[in-house]
């Protein structure tokens, strides 16, 4: 297993070197709230609100030490589809209100990577060793665009096609204006290609520098064209809706997770073990006024965090746990605020040594930059029996994503 | 193609058979909203179009031969995790498949891109 985690952080490394070639824009940032950061206790919230993916996301989380120490977790999700099936579904806004069970899969199937390397004031994680995790998740239901979001696209769309009207009459008189030198390098490009029938030998031209260099000058012509004062005002239109817009959805959403992450003792990746693994359902209702009511089923095998025990290694080998848990959450449409209250209960599987345990967290975010974003978590661990104190869990977490501020 | 670009004048390959040709339009990033028009004339009249077209049987190779496929693509970027917007034309069926690729990155937030596309169906025997 370990090796399958090696394997897949070298990969997921390796990608992000080879994204940056093709131009992926890496300015993306929500907070670690993928299932591999889920099973290291990284993630910000045990219970996600269904939210649309990003194509590649990177985050770095710094937490709990004034903001001084290099960030210690690390999360990376990615869309195999989006990223390696280009056309196999659409992302964009029409196609991501898409219901139909094939495409909602390929739309949220996300592969995560997170790796933690705790500093000796994490009491739940050993500060000797560091952790990986692999994880997947994907939506089975994501409810629909609320309708301020849908009136703000219909709005754009619309705005759209008289820009796309205006651009077709430009090139339709482009085309029949028979500017002198536009036919002269049509006719160049043409003789390049006479006779050339064979496909290999069509694709050695286009791919020569005298053939992309006269159709760089012919493209040139087309992007040259002067705005119109009409399409310009077009333009601000649109931006002055769009430049604040923000997708919300509501009604029932369900995502199924699961996953593995392993303890690399002494951080030496010769020597780990199985931190633990699971697989586990979020399911709920959002609706119009932006709370959102979820549940949470997860299953975990072996898990040496038990809630109220942080401070206290779990003894008990091979421990099956099922955790049971809601949320609540607010966030209003096109805001950048959101809060939330969480609570979870784990009761032990196999044997009863171990007495149940529960938590509660409250949760708020705010987005400061494009990818910069302050939350804050405050909650506590408690074990079975009410009276007994629990552990405090308190952090102000900054999460800021790669690229530059825009 | 690895530059931005926002305009092409191009060529598909096509020869004198009855196989069908067909168009795929795909457009993005994730997350952001696109519509365009297509026209190819006394072919084809694709109007406000919101998303990507599958894969699309135009006609046949000689009834493309001379032809010209307009194209307005106006994407605008709705996705608060990326500006980066990008449109890809596949024509399939003629001589051989080929994607041509555009892209390019908006400076600020809800900005727009208006890609144009001219595609002429050249047969070079």
Redesign the interface.
């Known amino acids: 297993m370990k090796k399958i985690i090696l394997f897949s952080a070298f990969a997921l490394l390796s990608f992000q070197m080879y994204s940056q070639d093709k131009?992926?824009?890496l300015?993306?940032?929500?907070a670690p709230s993928s299932p591999a950061s889920n099973l290291l206790g990284i993630a910000t919230t045990d219970i996600d609100k269904p939210t649309?993916?990003?194509?590649f996301?990177v985050s770095v989380q710094s937490a709990s030490n004034s903001f001084t120490a290099f960030p210690s977790n690390y999360g990376i999700d990615l869309?195999p589809y989006?990223l390696f099936a280009?056309?196999s579904t659409?992302?964009?806004?029409?196609?991501?209100q898409d219901k139909d069970f094939k495409n909602i899969f390929k739309q949220t199937f996300v592969i995560s990577l997170a790796i933690s390397n705790p500093d000796s004031s994490n009491t739940a994680l050993n500060y000797k060793s560091t952790y990986g995790g692999l994880g997947f998740k994907f939506s089975i239901s994501r409810g629909e665009y609320d309708s301020i979001t849908k009136a703000k696209?219909d709005s754009?769309?619309v705005k759209?096609?008289k820009?796309?009207?205006l651009?077709?009459q430009?090139?339709?008189d482009w085309?029949n204006d028979n500017d002198e030198n536009y036919r002269s390098l049509?006719k160049q490009?043409?003789d390049l290609?006479?006779?050339?029938?064979n496909?290999d030998d069509?694709?050695k031209i286009?791919e020569s520098d005298k053939y992309k260099k006269i159709?760089a000058q012919?493209?040139?012509?087309?992007?040259n064209?002067k705005k119109s004062d009409k399409?310009k005002a077009l333009?601000g239109e649109?931006?002055?809706?769009?430049?604040?817009?923000?997708?919300q959805r509501i009604g029932f959403s369900w995502d199924v997770n699961g996953g593995i992450s392993s303890e690399f003792r002494n951080r030496n990746f010769e020597n780990s073990k199985v931190y633990n693994a699971g697989i586990w359902t979020n399911f709920g209702y959002t609706n119009k006024k932006g709370f959102a009511f979820l549940g949470l089923i997860r299953y975990l095998y072996n898990p040496d965090k038990i809630l109220a025990l942080d401070n206290n290694v779990n003894t008990q080998k091979d421990v099956s746990t099922l955790d049971t848990g809601g949320r609540i959450a607010y966030s209003k449409s096109q805001s950048k605020f959101s809060c939330s209250a969480e609570a979870i209960y784990r009761s032990v599987l196999n044997g009863n040594a171990i007495d149940p345990s529960w938590k509660l967290i409250f949760n708020a975010d705010y987005?400061i930059l494009?990818n910069q974003k302050l939350t804050f978590s405050f909650g506590r661990d408690f074990d079975g029996t009410i009276h007994k104190d629990g552990n405090l869990i308190a952090a102000l977490t900054l999460i800021a994503g790669f690229g530059n501020k825009? | 193609m690895n530059e931005e670009r926002t305009a092409l004048d191009t060529l598909y390959f096509v020869n004198d058979s009855n196989k069908k040709v067909s168009l795929e339009v795909i457009t993005g990033g994730l997350g952001q909203t696109s519509t365009f028009d297509a026209k190819i004339d006394g072919i084809l009249d694709l109007q406000k179009i919101n998303g990507n077209l599958p894969p699309t049987v135009i006609t046949d190779n000689k009834s493309l031969k001379g032809k010209v496929l307009i194209l307005s693509c106006t994407i605008t970027d709705t996705s608060r995790d990326t500006n980066y917007t990008e449109l890809r034309i596949r024509l399939n069926g003629g001589i051989m498949f080929l994607e041509y690729p555009l892209f390019a990155n908006v400076e600020k937030e809800g900005d727009t891109v208006n890609y144009r596309c001219v595609i002429r169906f050249f047969n070079p025997s």
Request: proline residues 1%; negative net charge; glycine residues 6%.
């Open positions: 131009g992926i824009d300015d993306v940032l929500r649309d993916i990003s194509s996301m869309s989006y280009k056309g659409d992302f964009t806004t029409k196609g991501l696209l754009i769309i759209q096609d820009i796309n009207k651009s077709m430009a090139m339709e085309l049509l490009r043409e290609m006479k006779g050339v029938t496909p069509i694709k286009i159709e012919l493209s040139d012509m087309l992007a064209f399409e333009l649109i931006n002055a809706i769009a430049a604040t817009f923000q997708t987005s494009k825009k």
